[in-house]
């Protein structure tokens, strides 16, 4: 059973930093590709950051710069380190994997 959970999200004022987890399991995780998406309603769903099973990364142009995702095979886990923070940041982040399994997503708000 493929399971994918995150954490790390919460509330953080505007310039702030948080680092989101993604611990998965019942997957190879060290020969996946992995994702980070975020959706703020209405909004759809958007990537925000890719790191292939390799640990080349790709961005959005809108995050580029202040995100930072990263893994660790020993720990079948996923990282993104969120840093200056803006507003338009606040969104339920998830992360996926390259067979599109999704986790429940943890909840950033960015406000003063």
């Known amino acids: 059973q493929v399971r994918l959970v995150e954490s790390g999200g919460g509330l953080v004022q505007p310039g702030g930093s948080l680092r989101l987890s993604c611990a998965a399991s019942?997957?190879?995780?060290?020969?996946?590709?992995m994702n980070w998406y975020r959706q703020a309603p209405p909004k759809q769903r958007e990537l925000v950051a890719a790191?292939?099973?390799?640990?080349?990364?790709n961005y959005a142009d809108s995050v580029k710069g202040r995100f930072t995702i990263s893994r660790d095979n020993a720990k079948n886990t996923i990282y993104l380190q969120v840093n200056s923070l803006k507003p338009e940041g606040t969104a339920v982040y998830y992360c996926?994997?390259?067979?599109?399994?999704w986790g429940q997503g943890t909840q950033v708000t960015v406000s003063s």
């Open positions: 790191i292939t099973a390799g640990g080349s990364t």
């Open positions: 996926k994997s390259a067979q599109s399994y």
């Open positions: 019942g997957i190879i995780f060290r020969i996946n590709a």
